[in-house]
């Protein structure tokens, strides 16, 4: 189904078009544009900004990796609206890091929420994962909000941990998301 481009999709529409793929070294040229746009500076943690000859080297080093997942999410004609990760995968007790960034043309849309939705039933169930978690800051409310949704509990704080871009230390909030709360068993 396609729908025109002035329209904004439901919710049930992204999640009806969007798709889960393992990133490749194509993407990252996108994947350092979107990073380096400054709508992502508020809710990423890293420095910018973002070299493609760095990411590139980043890419190479962690081909292959067991601790981590990097993947892209597409829409049905293959084109790419977000970015997204499990990291500091551990072999017990199989837990991992989520991360995701969208388009950010495309934030606030609900893709955010659908992208975390399927990164976790992707990751519970691909990689046999029994927990995920994340870091976020209080000043990412529309992605604190999505991760309500998807159904992960703030779990603690931790004070003055995290640098932002302006070197202010903020606190980083702690969410996490059991597999048997998403649905996939008892652990």
């Not at 000859?53 to 081909?63: K, S």
């Not at 991992?96 to 960034?101: K, N, R, W």
């Not at 000043?139 to 070197?167: M, S, V």
């Amino acid at each position: 189904m396609s729908c025109p481009r002035s329209r904004t999709l439901t919710t049930s529409e992204w999640l009806r078009n969007i798709r889960i793929r393992e990133l490749q070294q194509e993407d990252l040229a996108t994947c350092v544009q979107r990073m380096n746009d400054p709508r992502m500076y508020g809710s990423m943690h890293f420095d910018v900004p973002i070299v493609m000859e760095n990411t590139i080297r980043w890419f190479e080093r962690n081909r292959g990796n067991a601790t981590r997942s990097d993947i892209v999410f597409t829409d049905d004609k293959d084109r790419i609206v977000g970015f997204g990760g499990l990291t500091s995968i551990s072999e017990s007790p199989r837990m991992a890091e989520l991360y995701v960034f969208v388009n950010p043309a495309s934030q606030q849309r609900g893709l955010g929420t659908q992208a975390t939705l399927l990164l976790c039933q992707w990751g519970f169930a691909r990689l046999g994962l029994h927990k995920i978690y994340l870091l976020t800051n209080e000043d990412n409310a529309p992605a604190i909000g999505a991760y309500e949704k998807c159904g992960f509990r703030l779990e603690g704080r931790h004070r003055g941990e995290y640098l932002d871009t302006q070197g202010v230390l903020k606190d980083r909030l702690y969410f996490g998301l059991l597999r048997s709360e998403f649905g996939y068993g008892h652990v």
